[in-house]
Nanobody
Framework: QVHLVESGGGLVQAGGSLRLSCAASGSIFRINAMGWYRQAPGKQRELVASITNGGITYVADPVKGRGTISRDNAKTTVFLQMNSLKPEDTAVYYC?????????WGQGTQVTVSS
């Protein structure tokens, strides 16, 4: 089992920045990749960014140029740096971890961007 805990969400004005953190614990050897998803009210959950064990990163088009995913050297904590935030970035942001057979989810952290 993998346990994920997100932190760093909050209320920020448009144009501001946030750094989300996700700490993984438990059977972290099972993890092949980690990512950040978000879900706005009334919308489907969408992928924001991901990073593989090999360090290959992906950033979705809506945040490309404004979002960066990274991790610590121990590969137990993943970060999402979001700059130039827009009101449409308002959502619950979820950390995810992928094994060969399972997707693990954190509890989510709210990000609210005021205009």
């Amino acid at each position: 089992q993998v346990h994920l805990v997100e932190s760093g969400g909050g209320l920020v004005q448009a144009g501001g920045s946030l750094r989300l953190s996700c700490a993984a614990s438990g059977s972290i050897f099972r993890i092949n990749a980690m990512g950040w998803y978000r879900q706005a009210p009334g919308k489907q959950r969408e992928l924001v960014a991901s990073i593989t064990n090999g360090g290959i990163t992906y950033v979705a088009d809506p945040v490309k140029g404004r979002g960066t995913i990274s991790r610590d050297n121990a590969k137990t904590t993943v970060f999402l740096q979001m700059n130039s935030l827009k009101p449409e970035d308002t959502a619950v942001y979820y950390c995810s971890a992928f094994s060969s057979s399972t997707v693990y989810w954190g509890q989510g952290t709210q990000v609210t961007v005021s205009s």
